[in-house]
């Protein structure tokens, strides 16, 4: 293999990693990145700091790599956090980039997939909802859509959250009668369905409107919500006049009805947008007492589609200027970036942000510093929004914390909770058999932690709830023990909740005592007549207790246990829906869907082909002699 060209910078070549202590060690930490600093270009790039385990520490921007690396050489002039994080750096990970904007936007893909503990972290993960209006199809389909943009249409968001689409929606069918229903649902309909009768679509379906009508409602449609509104309430306005003077009452009260849906949708808006803004996100951020909230409000088309509370993490003793910048860098990284951003200040590297962002839409995006007019006054009610958030997060903070400080007393913890796992069971009648876990903790449930435990175990008696519990539980905390003995991770919870009684928890304990672990264990048994608010706690002991009714800290275990039913039901519910769909012809080595069809359709169910002679078979069409011999003998393995 021969060597990369000189003037190339080759990361395989300058990536090493230094093993030292495990214990932090500035002067070691100093060393480590002096190696790399050598061999480092004058070239803009991104760098990874891990520790001697090869985990992520921080990842990092810069224009010219080697005088941004040699920063970290110079401790005394660092804050104390990159002090810490200096001192746990065991090696160093380099990738070079064509420009700044390129490293700013790798910057901020690294963050999101490493997420290392002295970056930033933008921690709401959740998918942004927009409108699709689907138009791989003569008669366009309007729909909510989350994910990756793939499919053939329009795109209209993103929206704050799914209730604000879902409320578009509705409206918007009232006022256009767009079509939502699926391709294969719209090819079978002979009549027109329920929402053709309510005036929530126009029934393409059935030909009550012709193609050259419907095309129109589109066209309507994508105006109103690009954000040309007064022209489609202009022309419901115009014909419903003009139906009143034809004496056709029933149509204008239909395109009266039709108006006041569109008036509805311009009315829910929170904010109004006009003259400062038709295409841009409004950005603002408070800090008070540690806490940091960026509030995001959406405006498209000159329609405020909602806003977004954000409570970044990672932020104490960084600059609001950086926790802004890299929340912004986050944020786009998946989502398509508005024309502009409107912001409640200056940032430093403004226009390398804005560079990055026009880099990743195609098209130019500014960002915009909103300091007179009516932008100013978008930026400062989202400040107002952001202070407010602040503190109601503090006042639920402080209920939450309270809430655990009591479970530590009734259950005799140690201290108040950081990580609480609740477990349940899924079944019916022992069939699709499966075990859910969910995670909470101080600042809420912990849904990325969530986990389903699917129980084939054979030794298991179908409908054994004891023997199930036991086998999720050891399953459970055999990986853990195995993954992290020391307890590091944050990972061991402080209490587990058992969704049972007296039995479920023996066998709990009986798991845990095999391997040797030791966490508290709590039951939670269902009151009389499963009577919420009447239940029955049972600790490892044997004490069984019960608590006030009305007691807030019910109600908050009651959440508890609430949620990891809600969650062991679904997943359940989608296992069953799967096992319902799949065929045991499926396992058959050799047969595809067109063999499988052609097998249905000759014996009628899955069952007669298993009980199908081997003659028989071979009559199938399409089945040869080897794959009729293949088949049965996958049927009959005893012959």
Known sequence: MSEPPADRFSEESQTFTVRGKEAPDLDLGVATIRGVVKTLPLRPGVYRMLDAGGDVLYVGKARTLKNRVTNYTQVARLPRRLQRMVAQTRAMEIVTTGSEAEALLLEAQLIKRYR???????????????????????????????????????????????????????????????????????????????????????????????????????EDAKGFLSGRTQEA?????????????????????????????????????????????????????????????????????????????????????????????????????????????????ALPEAALLADALSEKAGRRVGIRHAQRGPARRLVEQAQRNAVEAIERRRAE???????????????????????????????????????????AGPEGFQKGQYRKFNMKDESITPGDDFAMMKAMLHRRFARLEAEDPDRESGNWPDLCLIDGGKGQVAAVVAALAELGVDV????????????????????????????????????????????????????????????????????????????????????????????????????????????????????????
């Not at 793939?150 to 409206?171: C, D």
């Not at 009668?177 to 369905?193: E, G, I, W």
């Not at 914390?401 to 009648?429: C, M, T, V, W």
Request: aromatic share 8%; charged share 25%; with cysteine.
């Open 116 to 218: 290392p503990p002295y970056n930033v972290l933008l921690r709401d993960d959740k998918s942004f909802p927009f409108i699709l209006l689907r138009e791989d199809h003569d008669f366009a389909r309007i729909s909510k859509h989350r994910g990756a943009r793939v499919a053939k249409g329009s795109y209209y968001g993103p929206f704050a959250s799914a209730g604000a689409v879902n409320a578009t929606l509705n409206a918007l069918q009232k006022v256009f009668l767009l079509r939502s229903c699926t391709d294969s649902f719209f090819a079978n309909r002979s009549r027109p369905c329920l929402l053709y009768q309510i005036k929530r679509c126009s029934a393409p379906c059935t030909g009550r409107i012709d193609a050259a009508g419907y095309a129109e409602l589109v």
């Open 233 to 345: 309430q202009k022309k419901l306005a115009e014909a419903m006049t003009q139906a009143a003077e034809a004496m056709d009452f029933e149509r204008a009260a239909l395109l009266r009805d039709r108006l006041r849906a569109l008036t509805f949708i311009q009315g829910s808006q929170a904010i109004n947008a006009e003259g400062a803004a038709s295409d841009a996100d409004v950005i603002a951020m408070a800090a008070d007492g540690g806490a940091v909230c960026v509030q995001l409000f959406f405006i498209r088309g000159g329609q405020n589609w909602g806003h977004r509370s954000f409570f970044p993490g990672h932020t104490e003793g960084v600059d609001e200027a950086e926790v802004l910048q890299s929340f912004i860098a986050q944020l786009y990284e998946e989502l398509p970036p508005p024309r502009e951003l409107l912001l409640d200040r």
């Open 397 to 439: 903070t402080t209920t939450q914390g309270k809430l655990l400080r009591e479970l530590a007393e009734i259950f005799e913890l140690d201290g108040p909770p950081g990580r609480i796992e609740i477990y349940d069971n899924s079944h019916i009648q022992g069939s699709n058999a499966l075990g859910a876990m969910v995670v």
């Open 520 to 639: 508290p264990i709590v039951g939670v048994a269902k009151g009389p007549d499963r009577n919420a608010g009447r239940e029955t706690f049972h600790l490892p002991s044997g004490r069984e207790f019960t608590l006030p009714p009305n007691a807030p800290v019910m109600f908050y275990l009651q959440r508890l246990r609430d949620e990891a039913h809600r969650f062991a039901i679904g997943a359940h519910r989608a296992k069953r829906a799967k096992a319902i769909t799949t065929s045991p012809l499926d396992e058959v080595p050799g047969i595809g869907p067109a063999r499988k069809k052609a097998l249905l359709m000759h014996f009628g169910t899955s069952r007669a082909v298993k009980g199908a002679t081997l003659a028989d078979l071979e009559r199938a069409p399409g089945i040869s002699r080897q794959m009729a011999l293949a088949i049965w003998q996958h049927f009959h393995p005893q012959g």
